[in-house]
Each structure stands twice: as structure tokens, then as C-alpha cells.
């Protein structure tokens, strides 16, 4: 925050050839509002580094000094580690530069229904704020404190501790010291010796080879460098929520909309925008994937109609899985009946495909098998006495023939049937003008050809119907895998939820604690309210998670079941596949 240095270090550290920001070698400021360079993370193949700059806090050169404080939170709250950049030493005015931190309250919002310009308690932005890094530039000073040795932390912690007494110049003195230790509660100091003591060279100290730089300010800047690469948290929002790229920019659009219209930027507004985009954003990639997946896994046709809806289960997992891994805030699941109604028109349009695929190619196999038949009936062959004993050999053969075809899929059956059926008049008539059979021999045969069709129209029929149960057994295993899956996230977001509020109460009692220890007793005693509101919090969340969750998995289940396709929307079918999900999910809840 300020000074260009440390980012600059976090940049060479990627490039010999560095181009990202420029660093100042004049009186007039370079950088001008809040700049941005994304770079690979070193050491995290699936994360990138977003290094921010902001121009220096206290420009002459600026007419608004409200500019300044806006700068400052807007950096706090696109960052995941604030670094604040000072020189020589952290002292009384280098505190006093810092009065912004004091105003942050009042700058930003946690809800919509917080009244701007009126502060919030410091416990709601602990949980998304950034961690606090200071950086001492051009440290000259000896780290002993009473005659003995300590480290940067320490000396940053001793620059923090409060100042007895209760007139308005120390009260004042100690609010940026209050502030940081309220908002901030992992702190950590850097301290860095002047990088060389020729001034011509530190005019250009960004062209530098490091044989040019003094070597304890090169070993602290991979100490410094080293610490940010490991320890830099990837940035969240409230209740563990993670930034991606898309989500950043989103993020910038919102807080500089509400600024430049004169309101205060508010996290809980700019978690809803976010959370629209991201999770539509969540269906189409779960979506894209689900199609992906299931045109690379299927053969169409597929031997049976079961056979798809098993890689449509695998698919559809995944699909889930990855809705589930970037949604957040789905509070009424309307993202999640979306990917539901889309999965099942993909999937549909899967079925169709592959319905038509073997249709086609067993329709033309059975025209290449049915060939000799039709040639024979074209000719006359089989209206001759005996006729149509030779008829029935001819077709059987066709039929046999059909069966050994591999890969027909669904459709294979109803290929057949069809085409029997249309043979129906044909053999009739061959059936009439054959000579060698009797009266009752031709009525025998009749019936038995009516039985025949009638039996195979009945398989055809209990063929439909087994794929109709294995559809609803499907459907079925749809909602029970969208059930499953939102209790893991909903319980995996209440331990989230948990883990922040214990690291609240923490951070609580370790500020009494030092306020106890500095002799502030009124102060540690003001804190007892809020620290009985987070245990009681806590109490709460541990006590009536499980059913809130219960209860918020019933009403989702019921906006899921609303969505299914043609005969799931009724009621019968709905209660069982609500209750057959419940008993699942109840013995776990």
C-alpha cells in the first residue's frame, strides 16, 4: 500500500525481465488509483497472483483527501493480504498515516440493512478482511527492545500496544493502534536495509542485478517474497466463499458502482451479484460438462437402455459435483432446479440420439438380412403349392439372421415387430393360395400367426415398460445424488460457518487478554457482550445446524421434485422420492 517496493520484489521474483509495474523515480506519483498485474502463482498451479498497487495515501498533489480513504478500502477488501508499506521506522506519525484503518467501519457495509455512516461491530469483518502485512523500507534501527533482541512481529506487536491515558491526543493516538488490532488479527512485520547506498542506482533500482543490492536486503526480500507465496491466503468472501477471476472484476464493478453513486460498498449486496453471475456461470459449467462427458463415454447405439442411463448417473455426479463446488448462496436452489431441468433436456436429447441412431442402423441391416425375402415375394416364388411352408423358412431365416446382428440397441425390437407386421398381409396371402393345405390347416395357421404377433406385441409393451420403471429409478437416483450432494456442501458450509465464528471469539478473547495485560480493564470488560453474543452464536450453530439443514434439504426437495419431467411432477411419485431421499439423508443429518 504506497510505495511500489515490496510488490516490485514480488514481481522480480517471477520475471529477470520485469514488466509489470513501474516504479518512481521522481516527485510525481507513477501510480494513480489501484493497479493491477495477475501472474501464476509460483508454487500453486490453480491459483494466480493478483498483485494490486495503489497510488501513495497523503499525495500533495490530490484535491480530495476522501480519495485516499476509498483507495484504502478498496484495497482491503479486494485483497487476501494487506500490505502496508512505510519507511525507517514504525512510529507515532507512521501510526498517524494510518488513521484511515479507523474509518473502514464507516466506509464499508457487511449487510443491506446496516445504516451507512453508523460503524459495525468489528467481529463481522474479521471474517473476510485480509491478513495484515507491514513492510519497514530503509530500517536502520537495532531490533532490541529493554536490551534484548526480538523479532519484526515483536517489534510490530510493541508499535501496537496502547497508550495509558484518557486525554483526546493519546485517545487518538490509539484508535489506528485499536483498529488494526481489531480487524487484523494475523499480523506480520518485514523490516528491509536500504538496498544500496548509491543514489543513482536507486533511482533505477527496478534495472538492478541483484550483485548490485546489499546482500541483507536481498535475504529479507526472499524471506518476504517466500512468506507471501506460502502463506497468502487464496481470497474469500464471507463464509469461506472463493474468489475466482471473474469473480474479482464482478466484485470491482460492484464496490466502484456503489461509491461513484455515492452509497457505501456493501458485501452482502456484492455477494449477491456475485453469487447470480458465478452461479449461472456454475450450471453452464456443469452443464458443458455433463454433454462433454457423456458424448466421449457413449457408443451409440448403446446395447440397452440402461446401459446410458448408468453413464448418464456417472456423468450427472460429476456434473453435480463441479455446480456444486462454484454455487454459493443458492439459498431457494433456483441455480440447482436449472442445472436439474438442463441435465434432464441433455440428457433426453441423448436418448433421442441414440433412439434414432439404432433405429436407423437396424432398419438397415434388417433391409440388407430381408432382401433374398423380398426378391422371392417380388417374383411369385412362394405362391405355389406348399408356398407357405417355404414362406415361413425364409422369414424365420431373416429373423435368426437379425438376431445375431450385434450393437442393434433399443430400438432393436421394435425394428422387428414392425417389420413382421408388415409381412402380416403378405403371408395371409400366400398362406389363401397355397394349394397343399387343407381349410383347417390354414385356420390353424391363422391363429397361430395371430398368437405369435400377439405375444410379440406384449414383449414389445413389457420392453417399454421396463424402460419406463428404469427412467423413474433414474429420476429417482437424480434427486436422491442432488440431495446427497447439497447436505455435503450445506454441512461442509456449517463447519465453515462454525470455524469462523470460534476464530472470532478467539480473536475476542485474545484482544481482552492484551487489553488486560496493558492495564485497559474498562476496554477488556466492553468486550464480555460481544464475546457472550459469539458464544451463544456458536452454541446455536452447533446445536440447531442439523435441523435447519433437515428443514432447508425438505424444501429443497420438494422445489427438485417440482421440476421433473412428465409423470415425476405427480403426487404419488413425488412423496415416494421425497421419502425414499429422507431416509437416506435422516440417518445422517
Not at 177 to 202: A, M, S
Not at 239 to 254: C, F, K, R
Not at 289 to 309: G, H, I, Q
Amino acid at each position: 500500500m504506497g510505495s511500489l517496493n515490496c510488490l516490485l520484489l514480488l514481481c522480480v521474483a517471477f520475471s529477470s525481465s520485469f514488466a509489470g509495474f513501474r516504479l518512481g523515480s521522481t516527485v510525481r506519483s507513477e501510480t494513480k488509483g489501484i493497479w493491477m498485474w495477475c501472474v501464476p502463482h509460483p508454487s500453486k498451479p490453480d491459483h494466480i497472483l493478483v498483485l494490486l498497487d495503489t497510488e501513495g495515501l497523503g499525495d500533495v498533489e490530490k484535491g480530495d483527501s476522501k480519495n485516499d480513504s476509498w483507495i484504502f478500502a478498496l484495497a482491503v477488501l479486494l485483497s487476501s493480504v494487506f500490505v502496508y508499506n512505510s519507511t525507517n521506522t514504525i512510529n507515532h506519525q507512521a501510526l498517524e498515516q494510518l488513521h484511515y484503518v479507523t474509518e473502514l467501519t464507516k466506509l464499508i457495509r457487511t449487510t443491506s440493512s446496516a445504516i451507512s455512516g453508523e460503524a459495525e461491530d468489528s467481529a463481522k469483518f474479521v471474517s473476510f478482511f485480509p491478513d495484515f502485512v507491514w513492510t519497514v523500507r530503509d530500517f536502520m534501527l537495532e531490533l532490541e527492545l529493554d536490551g534484548y533482541p526480538i523479532t519484526e512481529d515483536e517489534y510490530l506487536e510493541n508499535a501496537l500496544k496502547l497508550i495509558p491515558g484518557w486525554n483526546p491526543n493519546i485517545q487518538n493516538s490509539n484508535m489506528p493502534r485499536e483498529c488494526i488490532r481489531k480487524f487484523f488479527p494475523k499480523r506480520k512485520c518485514f523490516v528491509f536495509d536500504r538496498p544500496t547506498n548509491n543514489r543513482q542506482q536507486l533511482l533505477h533500482i527496478e534495472e538492478l542485478p541483484d550483485d548490485q543490492l546489499d546482500r541483507n536486503f536481498l535475504e529479507q526480500s526472499k524471506n518476504f517474497c517466500s512468506y507471501i507465496f506460502d502463506h497468502a491466503k487464496t481470497k474469500t468472501l464471507s463464509d469461506g466463499i472463493t474468489v475466482t477471476g471473474g469473480g474479482l472484476a464482478t466484485l470491482v464493478e460492484t464496490y466502484l458502482e456503489a461509491i461513484n453513486s455515492g452509497e457505501v460498498p456493501c458485501l452482502e449486496n456484492a455477494v449477491v451479484t456475485l453469487a447470480e453471475r458465478e452461479n449461472a456461470a456454475a450450471v453452464q459449467k456443469a452443464a458443458d460438462l455433463y454433454s462433454d462427458r457423456m458424448a466421449r463415454l457413449l457408443s451409440l447405439p448403446t446395447d440397452t437402455f440402461l446401459e446410458l442411463l448408468e453413464v448418464h448417473a456417472a456423468c450427472e455426479k460429476e456434473a453435480i459435483a463441479v455446480f456444486m463446488e462454484r454455487s454459493f448462496k443458492d439459498d431457494k436452489q433456483e441455480f440447482q432446479k436449472k442445472l436439474v431441468v438442463l441435465i434432464e433436456k441433455i440428457k433426453e436429447d441423448f436418448l433421442l440420439k441414440n433412439e434414432d441412431t439404432s433405429l436407423k442402423y437396424c432398419q438397415a441391416e434388417l433391409k440388407k438380412l430381408s432382401e433374398p425375402l423380398m426378391t422371392s415375394i417380388s417374383r411369385g416364388t412362394f405362391f405355389v403349392p406348399g408356398g407357405h411352408g417355404l414362406y415361413l423358412n425364409a422369414k424365420n431365416k431373416v429373423e435368426e439372421d437379425y438376431k445375431l446382428v450385434p450393437k442393434k440397441g433399443v430400438k432393436a425390437t421394435e425394428v422387428l415387430q414392425s417389420f413382421l407386421r408388415s409381412q402380416e398381409e403378405t403371408e395371409v396371402a400366400i398362406l389363401q393360395a397355397d394349394k397343399a393345405l387343407t381349410d383347417g390347416d390354414k385356420a390353424i395357421a391363422v391363429e397361430c400367426a395371430k398368437t405369435q404377433a400377439a405375444e410379440r406385441e406384449q414383449e414389445l409393451l413389457r420392453e417399454k415398460q421396463k424402460e419406463e420403471d428404469q427412467k423413474m429409478e433414474a429420476q429417482q437416483r437424480s434427486l436422491q445424488e442432488n440431495i446427497d450432494q447439497l447436505k455435503e456442501k450445506m454441512d461442509k458450509e456449517r463447519e465453515s460457518h462454525l470455524r469462523q465464528q470460534e476464530t472470532m471469539l478467539e480473536h475476542k478473547l485474545k484482544m481482552q487478554e492484551e487489553l488486560l495485560t496493558e492495564g485497559f480493564k474498562k476496554e477488556a470488560e466492553e468486550l464480555n457482550k460481544e464475546i457472550d453474543e459469539l458464544k451463544e452464536s456458536i452454541e446455536v450453530t452447533k446445536s440447531g445446524g442439523s435441523l435447519n439443514v433437515s428443514r432447508i434439504l425438505d424444501v429443497a426437495s420438494i422445489a427438485l421434485v417440482a421440476v421433473l419431467p412428465g409423470p415425476y411432477k405427480v403426487v404419488g411419485m413425488g412423496v415416494k422420492l421425497l421419502n425414499d431421499a429422507f431416509k437416506k439423508t435422516d440417518n445422517s443429518v
